[in-house]
């Protein structure tokens, strides 16, 4: 579905993704992990483009999208995201945060795009906070909207950029359990993560970066019981004591 | 001492000039407005030339006195462009160019305080640039500059006064005149500060409930 080829991403002097080579699968679950500064997240921003990559090529369906004749917009309608801070609409209602994209990239109409919002929502667990505003909620409501929101553009995948490193300890079972029952219905999903537990147990296939390159991509267990290098060991001996 | 005779004769002519003043402050608030969302827009874009030119307009509208600015337009430019002005006309252009470029900072600030996550939560979604500006960044900018761009209101009310140099008939040439005239000055110069006050206290009222209903300061 998306193909990685040869990514590389500089700021200035400072290399921060080095020759990246990967691809993904559909209805596939793959979990980012590792330290932070390893460049996680600026390999997930780049598959949408919301960072431009340096050097390299990505395909999506077979497409090179930073080629000049692709429409990012395209793969945006059908690649969603969710934030680390949820980045929902401030001065929109729960149900017009989830409308917006419906309404003004797939022309939906307002009573159609309401139903679907509504739907949304009660996947999510929140069918009785259409109308309450963003700031209402608590961190981990917030983030059940913004999963709700990528939803809602019936998404072919959405990429999880640490959906849960902003929320209260507490808070976080409930966005994992989300989560989980998207991957149950066969979601494509690639997330960054420091959830060791929910990537052993929900992950297809874990990749472990560390100074902008890939590690290790193995298979969940492979992967916790058996860490082929020193760096993916001394990384999870820190979560597994 | 204090004439009241005068005052009452001041009076009418000082609000026949009020309205003006406010005709002026209101097309030059409204014009300026627009100039300012536009290059203050621009200037927080990648634009290289586009952005060198707005940002010289503001440089050069920031570095004079709007005094000098509205004698340059009514005395200088007709003769370089060679196109007689009408003095309340050079008195709108004088005041929308001058609020245009201070509006042009505040909408340059309010647009850079919006957090970088809306523009990419919108983006994500695929939305265009465009789409993003005017639902999600714009509106949020507006509730931010509102304050400043009240202040802005009420200064650009008070430099209304300052076309009085190139004879527009307003609040203050009003007051002038009379006073020239009649050698009534106390009276006249104390009917116009109240008038100032009167003006600029309701119209911080408006501000104040405007902005009550925008909900700023709150979350």
Known sequence: ?????????????????????????????????????AGKSTLLRCLNLLEKPTEGKILYEGKDILGKQFDIRQLREEVGMVFQHFNLFPLKTVAENIM???????????????????????????????????????????????????????????????????????????????????????????????????????????IFMADGSIIEDALPDQFFSAPKTERAKSFLARFLI | MFDWNGVMTVFPRIAEGMQLTIYIAVSGIIIGFIIGLITGYIRTTEHCILKKIMSFYVWLVRSTPIIVQALYIYFVLPRILDIPFD??????????INAGAYISEIVRGAILSVPRGQWEAGLSLGLSRLQVITHLIFPLAFKNMLPA??????????????????????????????????????????????????LISILTVI???????????TK
């Open chain 2, 87 to 96: 003095r309340n006309l050079a008195g709108i252009i004088c005041i929308s």
């Open chain 1, 1 to 37: 579905m998306m193909e990685v080829r040869h990514l590389k991403k500089k700021y200035q002097e400072n290399t921060v993704l080095n020759d990246i080579n990967l691809s993904f699968q559909t209805k596939d679950v793959t979990c980012i992990l590792g330290p932070s500064g």
């Open chain 2, 149 to 198: 761009l009240g202040n802005q209101f009420i200064i650009t009310i008070k430099d209304t006064s300052i076309l009085t140099v190139i004879g527009v008939a307003e609040m203050t040439y009003q007051a002038g005149q009379y006073a020239a005239t009649s050698f009534n000055l106390v009276e006249s110069y104390t009917t116009l500060a109240v008038f100032y006050l009167f």
């Open chain 1, 100 to 206: 917006l994209a419906p309404r003004l990239v797939k022309k939906t109409g307002k009573k159609e795009a309401r139903e679907c919002a509504e739907a949304m929502l009660a996947k999510v667990g929140l069918a009785d906070k259409a109308d309450a505003m963003p700031t209402s909620l608590s961190g981990g409501q917030q983030q059940r909207v913004a999963i709700a929101r990528a939803l809602a553009m019936q998404p072919k995948m959405i990429l999880f950029d640490e959906p849960t490193s902003a929320l209260d300890p507490e808070l976080v079972g409930d966005v994992l359990n989300v989560m989980r029952k998207l991957a149950d219905e066969g979601m494509s999903m690639i997330i960054v993560t420091h959830e060791m537990n929910f990537a052993k147990e929900v992950a297809d296939r874990v």
């Open chain 2, 207 to 217: 501000l104040g409930l405007l902005e009550k209903k925008m909900g700023v300061g």
